[in-house]
């Protein structure tokens, strides 16, 4: 599998792009913001994107979706939850990132939706707590968890939507789920292991 981690916009969130060594077809994970890095990396990487995933509908993992679009070809899909969020985001959050061009989703992904781009298979899990519309994707030995499950911390939950008990429900289904050797890709700071976080993620202390 092909991965690039790229930081953009000016929360710095983690946009991932994933691709099929074998085809070059590909995918973007939560394009937020920086549109002409992003397609540069594509480009070097010589993949055909075929899919742009948003992980929730938050403007810093949102914000450079259109562009990414429109210069990809590629199919826009998120949670149907945040739907209506990442065709019209809220002028007071979008201020926050320097505004927020919106995008219209071709797709709207739900639980157990499975994706295939080349050899590569990616399976949605709606993982809601952060926001309603949170979902984690599975490729592989790797989990990307979007602001579900950080390294060392979690979503946090005082934003529209959020709800703690809700993502304490989503993180049992990942530690239940998921081996501990399971590669973490969240959508901001570092990589992580499930096992690592089991070990020593304080909101996971329990499970």
């Not at 992980?55 to 209506?84: P, S, Y």
């Amino acid at each position: 599998m092909i991965l690039e981690t790229l930081l953009v916009g000016p929360l710095q969130a983690n946009c991932y792009i994933v691709g099929c060594e074998d085809t070059k077809k590909g995918f973007i994970i939560d394009p937020g913001g920086d549109a002409e890095r992003i397609l540069a990396a594509v480009e070097r990487l010589g993949l055909e994107i075929e899919y742009i995933f948003d992980t929730h509908e938050h403007v810093d993992h949102i914000a450079a979706n259109q562009a990414v679009k429109d210069a990809t070809g590629a199919t826009l899909v998120v949670h149907e939850d945040g739907r209506e969020q990442v065709e019209c985001p809220h002028p007071y959050w979008a201020s926050m990132v320097g505004g927020v061009e919106p995008s219209q989703p071709d797709e709207s992904m739900h639980e157990g939706d499975t994706y295939e781009i080349g050899t590569l298979t990616v399976r949605v899990l709606h993982t809601p707590g952060h926001s309603l519309a949170c979902v984690c994707l599975a490729v592989d030995d790797a989990l990307f968890t979007g602001d579900t499950l950080f390294a060392g911390s979690v979503g946090r939950t005082d934003f529209p939507g959020g709800d703690m008990a809700t993502l304490e429900r989503s993180l049992q289904r990942l530690v239940e789920e998921f081996a501990d050797e399971t590669k973490l890709y969240p959508g901001h700071m570092t990589s992580s292991t499930i096992g690592e976080e089991k070990r020593s993620n304080p909101f996971l202390q329990g499970m």
